[in-house]
């Protein structure tokens, strides 16, 4: 496809079927925190999803992402197990982390999914490593999430000069949700936006409609050529609007009006694409059995969380602990008062059970 390119009529019927399936999996699994199921917090990125949709649609198994707290649309679009991510968030065994991180922190290295977390600003930062590893091995490139709230921590604009003194194969993507928790960006962030910060570091920024996956997967597309050609970094930053609270406990006092909120939601990017593919001749109900396809994988991967073991102390015990030494050639008893001796995982654990048993 020719560089910033509309989408063909295939890569269209992806991205909805992608955008579906973001959405479904966390309009579940808010009902599924609401009843307690989730373990922890988790933070819902419905309203957003044609971002993570058109971003990834250019990406190969090769290529890799940073993701941020509000992160599941990212590691679905770019290939993650359902499976695994519905478990990780229902604490069971088989999740991503044995069920021992939650939301933030889901990782498939075998994907290209570095991982989340939940430090405000940190994926710049990490993805400038991964990036400058990118560049030596010569084999793929990478693209980093961050929030308009992240946009102004300071790594993030460290890691936008060393990315492009050094050229780095790698595109800044903004999702620009016009808060950052609860503090609107006109008040917190000065200037015209934030794409035109790029200038500053000598790198392409450009401004799009977040919640238009097409302009947004043309968009993507020459930034996707340009880090692939060894011309360096973009900068994207894609307008667009989160639904729902800034995390699913929903325990903050109102701070967007009504008016504001159903403005947004008639720019639903769902209902806009799929609007589009109807007027090009798509018929309504093939476009309805995406969302039955995705409904019905979202519910197998509910069945098996909970059918799934939860983790226990023997998870545990090594996940919290550093590794025990190597045997040394000629063993040697240290002494109970030696300050390197370490009780084994195994005593470890016994004692942590004997203690909650207690």
Request: glycine share 10%.
């Amino acid at each position: 496809m020719p560089d910033g390119a509309a989408p063909a009529a295939r890569d269209r019927l992806a991205l909805l079927r992608t955008m579906l399936r973001v959405r479904r999996f966390d309009e579940r699994v808010i009902e599924l925190f609401l009843a307690g199921e989730v373990k922890g917090t988790a933070h819902s990125c419905v309203g957003q999803e044609a971002i993570a949709a058109a971003a990834c649609a250019h990406l190969t198994l090769r290529d890799w992402i940073i993701t941020h707290h509000r992160g599941h649309g990212h590691c679905i679009a770019k290939g993650a197990s359902m499976d695994r991510m519905m478990a990780e968030l229902m604490g069971r065994a088989t999740g991503y982390c044995g069920g021992l991180g939650g939301s933030m922190h889901i990782a498939d290295l075998s994907i290209g999914v570095l991982g989340a977390n939940g430090v405000v600003g940190a994926g710049p930062g990490i993805g400038i490593g991964a990036a400058l590893a990118s560049q030596l091995q010569g084999d793929n490139i990478g693209v980093v999430f961050f929030g308009d709230g992240a946009a102004n921590e300071g790594i993030v604009h460290e890691a936008l000069n060393v990315a492009s003194l050094w050229r780095l194969p790698v595109v800044f993507l903004c999702e620009n949700n016009r808060y950052g928790l609860s503090t609107a960006q006109s008040e917190s962030t000065a200037g015209p936006g934030l794409a035109a910060r790029a200038a500053a570091y000598a790198m392409p920024g450009e401004r799009v409609d977040g919640n238009d996956a097409r302009a947004l997967h043309a968009t993507v597309a020459r930034a996707v050529a340009r880090a692939r050609n060894g011309e360096g970094p973009s900068f994207i930053e894609a307008e667009t609007y989160r639904w729902g609270d800034h995390s699913m406990r929903a325990n903050l006092p109102r701070y967007r009006t009504e008016e504001e909120e159903f403005r947004w939601r008639e720019r639903d990017p769902i209902a806009r694409e799929r609007a589009a593919l109807i007027a090009e001749g798509h018929e309504p109900a093939d476009l309805d059995a995406l969302l039955d396809d995705a409904e019905a994988e979202i519910e197998r991967a509910v069945e098996a969380a909970r059918q799934a073991r939860e983790p226990d102390w023997s998870v545990l015990a090594p996940a919290v602990t550093p590794p025990l030494p190597a045997a040394p050639n000629a063993p040697r008893r240290a002494s109970a008062s030696s300050p390197t001796s370490r009780p084994s995982t195994k005593r470890c654990t016994a004692r942590w059970t004997a203690t909650v048993a207690s």
